[in-house]
């Protein structure tokens, strides 16, 4: 059946693929980004031209997911969702201590705040209507943490818990959320990563650049192994078979790619997960009931 979906961050890696695979399937796709008339023009018309020579449904819209009139804007222009793929983010890269609080604060929006901004504008038409799907695009990096990446593990963990006690508050509504979680993928990932201003503390941290130098390279090697899953056309896969899936059939969390063993991690702690929600009388709130 098709259905409107929602994509945020459609500038370029998870969100451009799927904005395109999700419309070739018969979906239509409203592809957000900023700077549709600037610096990401040339996107928003490469979306334009592909739905015009494939024949499919797509119509780009203008979002900033750190801001509430542009989040409220977009919305008001689509002709209602039934699934929010939110993907929208970015990572903040070095030690703690080298970012201020309002960097901190800067990347908690985006990857935390940014979701539900987008899905506090969805939800009354998909609790209107009792039906609907978000996908919240976490990571690897949300299960664990690595030095160097404290202030993305603190962004993501959030989301995580976020996205649980959504998952609780909806399904008696009758929508789903639901988390994927990706591993090192060949996108933008690396080359979109801030650093912190305050650099003058960095020479007190010369062992978390030298972890965090090795670990890139190990990523990158693995994108240069043709038989490694670093192929971003994974995750999307994913989003659709989520998307296909009926309720009662959707996983909490799935991990997308290489997953440095945390499929353990998420194997062990989901009997916990369920024990918890019944021992709190609520079972039968794990995501929305077939």
Same mark, same amino acid.
């Given at each position: 059946m098709s259905k409107k979906i929602l994509i945020t961050g459609c500038s370029s890696g998870f969100g451009l693929d799927a904005a395109k695979t999700l419309a070739q399937k018969g979906h239509h796709v409203y592809a957000t980004m900023r700077a549709v008339d600037a610096r990401n023009a040339a996107k928003a018309q490469e979306l334009r031209d592909f739905a015009a020579a494939e024949g499919v449904s797509i119509s780009v819209h203008e979002m900033d997911v750190t801001s509430d009139e542009s989040v409220q804007q977009a919305v008001r222009e689509m002709d209602g969702v039934d699934v929010l793929i939110n993907n929208a983010g970015y990572g903040y890269g070095g030690p703690v201590e080298s970012f201020?609080?309002?960097? /901190?604060?800067?990347?908690?929006? &985006? =990857?935390?705040?940014?979701?539900?901004?987008?899905? =506090?504008?969805? &939800?009354?038409?998909?609790?209107?209507? @009792?039906?609907?799907? +978000? +996908?919240?695009?976490? @990571?690897?990096? $949300?299960?664990?943490? /690595? %030095?160097?990446?404290?202030?993305?593990?603190?962004? #993501?963990?959030? !989301?995580?818990?976020?996205?649980?006690?959504?998952?609780?508050? !909806?399904?008696?509504?009758?929508?789903?959320?639901?988390?994927?979680?990706?591993?090192?993928?060949?996108?933008? /990932?690396?080359? =979109?990563?801030? *650093? $912190?201003?305050?650099?003058?503390?960095?020479?007190?941290?010369?062992?978390?650049?030298?972890?965090? *130098? $090795?670990?890139?390279?190990?990523?990158?090697?693995?994108?240069? =192994?043709?038989?490694? %899953?670093t192929d971003a056309h994974i995750v999307v896969d994913i989003f659709s078979q989520l998307i296909e899936m009926p309720h009662g059939k959707r996983p909490m969390r799935t991990i997308a790619g290489r997953d440095?063993?945390? *499929?353990?991690?998420?194997?062990?702690?989901?009997?916990?997960? #369920? $024990?918890?929600?019944?021992?709190?009388?609520?079972?039968?709130w794990d995501g929305p009931q077939g």
């Open positions: 201020t609080a309002d960097e /901190f604060l800067a990347q908690l929006d &985006l =990857n935390i705040v940014g979701t539900a901004r987008v899905a =506090n504008a969805v &939800l009354p038409g998909m609790r209107a209507q @009792s039906d609907g799907l +978000i +996908i919240q695009v976490s @990571s690897t990096a $949300g299960r664990a943490a /690595f %030095p160097g990446f404290g202030v993305y593990n603190a962004s #993501k963990w959030g !989301l995580e818990g976020l996205s649980e006690a959504m998952r609780y508050e !909806l399904a008696p509504l009758g929508i789903d959320v639901v988390l994927v979680e990706p591993g090192p993928f060949e996108t933008s /990932f690396f080359e =979109n990563m801030k *650093q $912190g201003s305050r650099q003058e503390v960095m020479a007190a941290y010369g062992h978390v650049g030298e972890f965090f *130098q $090795g670990f890139e390279g190990t990523v990158r090697d693995l994108f240069a =192994n043709g038989e490694a %899953p440095f063993g945390f *499929q353990a991690l998420n194997d062990a702690s989901e009997p916990i997960r #369920k $024990g918890g929600l019944e021992a709190l009388g609520v079972a039968e």
